[in-house]
């Protein structure tokens, strides 16, 4: 049970054209509109603390604390995915709207708890996961807390699925028939608590990663400074996208596509406008042809949609009449 806090938040109603998770409740007040339904994104409160600047910084940034329960070769990693988002934020004049700080190892305070925004590892026996739920006030839509899981299977599988589901004959009979009852089975969207919690990305882009890894190591230049860009590349592309999610964002699959396929492995181009132009799409992992030069192996910045996604929720829009 969560209290409400009264704050000078003002909703901002949704737009079918962007995809924001959303708020609905029916306000019978008057019977004049068309319909009752109120339908307003889910967003954070964000106001400068100097109005008249063109880039200030916000009274109140999100921010978000690393468990120190992640191990310290993965934090850069995490912190660099969830910084990505003040790339679209200072567009709107916003500097430092997100903020990542690291729990001490003797803080007095749980990551459960709803007056932090956390960033949590979880451990488990082949459970691959990550999720960014939020919770929003249901009559206005501003988000209040949000807690990132991931869990360290993503990690582990993205090294072993390649031998498992790449090169199956080095698994014994039995290895096999427990590896395929261990995956999920999908559950029906009717059936899901919310489209919060609707996400498979990790799971799917840990068998992405896995395969990417195959592939260079059977031709002989999976070496380890190559694991490690990978790895790295593969946690800020999914951490950046469970945070988009935690702003308000949901996941965009129809507008992804940007690049043209000869220009995935240009770094001159994917460092600039993005691989996808979205990195809330289920990105995949890029292998470059045999012989070709290797660019990024997924997107590491992000792309126009997302720019556009936080500018429609986020820009200060002046008070009508």
Known sequence: ILSLKQTAYKPREADDRVGHFLTVHQDFTSDRPATPYLRYITRWNLEKSDPAAPLSPPKEPIVFWLENTIPVEYRESIKE???????????????????????????????????????????????????????????????????????????????????????????????????????????????????????????????????????????????????????????????????GHTLGLRHNFRGSSILDPGDLNNTAKTTQTGQSSSVMDYNPVIVAAKGQAQGDFVPTTLGPYDYWAIEYAYREVPAGP
């Not at 988002?85 to 990542?100: H, M, P, Q």
């Not at 026996?125 to 990550?130: E, K, P, Q, Y």
């Not at 031998?163 to 290895?175: G, H, I, N, R």
């Open 81 to 243: 995915g969830t910084l990505l988002w003040n790339k679209a934020f200072e567009r709107i004049g916003f500097r430092d709207a997100v903020v990542v700080k690291q729990q001490p190892d003797d803080a007095d305070w749980d990551a459960a708890d709803t007056r932090y925004n956390t960033i949590r590892w979880f451990a488990g026996v082949d459970a691959t996961f990550a999720i960014g739920p939020s919770n929003a006030n249901p009559y206005t839509g501003q988000i209040y807390d949000a807690d990132i899981g991931i869990s360290e299977g993503i990690i582990r599988q993205a090294r072993r699925l390649g031998e498992e589901y790449v090169s199956p004959l080095a698994m014994t009979l039995d290895q096999q028939a427990l590896s395929l009852e261990l995956q999920p089975m999908p559950l029906a969207p009717a059936w899901t608590r919310s489209q919060r919690a609707d996400c498979a990305y990790a799971d799917g882009l840990a068998q992405q990663a896995a395969l990417g890894a195959e592939i260079l190591e059977a031709r002989g230049s999976f070496s380890p400074e190559t694991e490690t860009r990978l790895m790295h590349q593969y946690i800020v592309e999914l951490v950046a996208h469970e945070v």
